[in-house]
């Protein structure tokens, strides 16, 4: 629960005490030329106080930004996540600043650049949950000093020597293409390797599975538990956003 805290806390502070708690030393904000219906989007990459996002809409922005894994949770008018209307952003801090510094940096560029206005609903969202199995919990604590130089997130596997849940469930809510909430409780870093077979593409036709499902992996492999809900959960709503940002 200590996200949607944080996310509350974020939400009802004025854009001024962002603008006067963190900046970025360098940052530009710029819509991206749109020109093929094909492109490859960064939804979000921090590597050593450098922030790069590229072809991503203001919900992809909104979403790493304030720590969401999935479009449910973000709502406002059409274009903020329209394919038609993507950004790249681009921006630099000290190489040593921690990660959610950064994303703090994020928040207060974003709200700046798009003159952000949003409030903080509560809505009924049907949404998977990552919670403790039944037994003690697989995980196995990632090495002091460690780092995710290792990570692989391809359909079917994950593999990282250094994941925190919350980036697990951002990358499974891309997969399963649903919200999905981290509720175990668990802080920290992990070291995770999961595999599973993914379900056949509409169209293809299926074969033997060589692993389990995504759901039974998670509680075989990482001893914990997917599970449905339909309950309220924390919706970052956009009152206004300006289409072109400011200030380059």
Excluded: C
């Excluded at 360098?26 to 991206?32: G, H, I, R, Y």
């Excluded at 979000?44 to 969401?68: C, K, P, S, Y």
């Excluded at 329209?82 to 600043?97: E, L, Y």
């Amino acid at each position: 629960m200590l996200i949607w805290r944080a996310l509350l806390l974020a939400l009802t502070l004025p854009p001024t005490v962002f603008a006067q708690s963190a900046a970025f030393d360098v940052a530009s904000v710029k819509p991206e030329q749109i020109t093929a219906d094909l492109y490859t989007a960064n939804l979000g990459r921090i590597d050593h106080g450098h922030l790069t996002m590229a072809n991503v809409t203001l919900a992809e922005a909104v979403r790493f930004a304030w720590g969401i894994n999935n479009d449910a949770q973000v709502a406002g008018p059409e274009w903020i996540k329209s394919r038609g209307v993507r950004f790249a952003i681009d921006a630099k801090t000290a190489p040593d600043t921690p990660r959610e510094q950064v994303l703090i940096m994020l928040r207060a560029l974003v709200t700046e650049r798009f003159q952000l206005k949003t409030h903080l609903e509560q809505r009924e969202i049907a949404h998977l949950e990552l919670v403790l199995g039944k037994k003690e919990s697989k995980l196995q604590p990632a090495q002091e000093g460690s780092d995710p130089s290792r990570n692989r997130n391809a359909m079917g596997h994950i593999q990282s020597n250094r994941m925190t849940l919350e980036v697990l469930t951002t990358i499974l809510s891309r997969f399963l293409r649903q919200p999905i909430l981290d509720r175990t409780g668990l802080q920290g870093a992990w070291v995770i390797d999961l595999e599973w077979s993914p379900e056949p593409r509409p169209g293809e036709e299926p074969t033997d599975p060589v692993h389990p499902s995504i759901y039974a992996a998670v509680q075989e492999q990482l001893g914990l538990r997917l599970e449905a809900r339909k309950t309220p959960v924390p919706v970052i709503v956009v009152d206004h956003a300006e289409t072109v940002p400011i200030g380059n």
